[in-house]
């Protein structure tokens, strides 16, 4: 059979016909899969799907080796090494004497002058919190605050909807972190000392957009910690850098008063640096107190941090009886 075209004179035969579609249809076949398979950016290879995941522990807080690896890569590959910090081409570096001295006298840039009444800032904000002179309230770094939480986090198996205590939070240099990562109002913190408060409330929970995240942070220093209610059960409770400045009577007083209102057996305490108040007693004797309180030492722990250059020791603790 033939299907002729008179007008053109052209006769194409029913198998050519077929044969010829059939190559048409092999030559598309390859023409998509080869541009399916091509290294051309599209859409579909930017999508969020496909960005980079966490590793296999969804639970997991803490920097992994990929992280270095990919923040190493990132100087690499910016080739970048540090420089001295020196005046350069819109970059006038000062300490934070001469930056508070800038604001005093020069108001800085853009700043209100005169009453604050007849300025638009809802939570006038000191000179002296805001040049951050409070990240070297302490010998340890501000930055180490990340490390701390990372290291309790994951020794606490931390959940979103976890209940946490600080004593001693200060200037919330690990306490940040927590309330960034818990529920509002999950977090709570007894303090004593009335600037480190005032820098708590009045810079870095603004600053860091948290006060959204309601944290119950509390003026003491007798231990007590009755205003945070009478029921709640924490997962955590943790000192970092507080015990070894108090009394050991003290101290004692606080694990009495705190026995009930961490969570039986999966609840921890970590106290950091030294457990002194325990120590002093004499092993067996310390043991024998604590568990009068209804308390068990769990165990020492070292946290090497891969950010900071530094480490700290951990002393765990658990209550062993409901
Ligand atoms: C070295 S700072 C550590 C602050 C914070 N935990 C950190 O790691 O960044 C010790 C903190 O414990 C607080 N502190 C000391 N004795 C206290 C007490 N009896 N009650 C509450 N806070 C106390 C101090 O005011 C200070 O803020």
């Given amino acids: 059979m033939a299907i002729s075209s008179q007008s053109k004179g052209i006769v194409i035969t029913v198998p050519v ?7 048409s249809a092999i030559f598309l076949f390859f023409l998509l899969s080869s541009l399916s398979s091509c290294n051309c950016p599209n859409s579909a290879q930017y999508s969020p799907d496909q960005a980079p995941q966490r590793p296999a522990d969804a639970d997991r807080r803490s920097v992994t080796e990929d992280d270095i690896e990919w923040v190493k890569d990132q100087i690499r590959v910016n080739r970048l090494s540090m420089q001295e910090n020196v005046l350069r081409k819109g970059i006038n570096p000062r300490t934070r004497a001469q930056q508070l001295q800038d604001l005093l006298q020069f108001k800085g840039i853009s700043h209100y002058e ?3 009444a007849n300025n638009h800032t809802a939570l006038p904000c000191p000179g002296e919190l805001l040049v951050e002179d409070h990240h070297s309230n302490y010998g340890e770094p501000w930055a180490g605050g990340r490390d701390v939480f990372e290291f309790l986090a994951e020794a606490s198996r931390l959940k979103p909807d976890s209940r946490v205590l600080e004593i001693g939070c200060g200037t919330l240099r690990v306490g940040l972190h927590f309330i960034r990562y818990l529920n509002p109002e999950h977090f709570h913190c007894l303090e004593r000392d009335e600037l480190s408060l005032m820098t708590a409330f009045r810079y870095e929970l603004p600053a860091q957009g ?13 231990m ?19 015990f070894l400045h108090m009394p050991d009577k003290l101290v004692w007083l606080g694990l009495e008063r705190l026995v009930n209102k961490v969570k039986p057996y999966e609840g921890r305490i970590f ?3 030294n457990i002194k108040f325990c120590s002093r007693l004499g092993t067996g004797e310390c043991t024998k107190r604590l568990g009068t309180l209804g308390l ?9 941090s891969l950010l900071f250059n530094h480490y700290e020791i951990w002393f765990e603790f658990k209550r062993n009886k409901v």
């Fill in 210 to 222: 948290l006060l959204y995240k309601r944290p119950l942070i509390v003026r003491g220093e007798d």
């Fill in 114 to 116: 005169g009453e604050e």
């Fill in 224 to 242: 007590d910690f009755s205003s945070f209610g009478s029921d709640v059960q924490y997962d955590l409770v943790y000192a970092s850098a507080v």
């Fill in 17 to 23: 016909l077929v044969l010829s579609l059939s190559a």
């Fill in 296 to 304: 068990e030492y769990v165990g020492k722990q070292t946290h090497d």
């Fill in 271 to 273: 106290v950091s640096h």
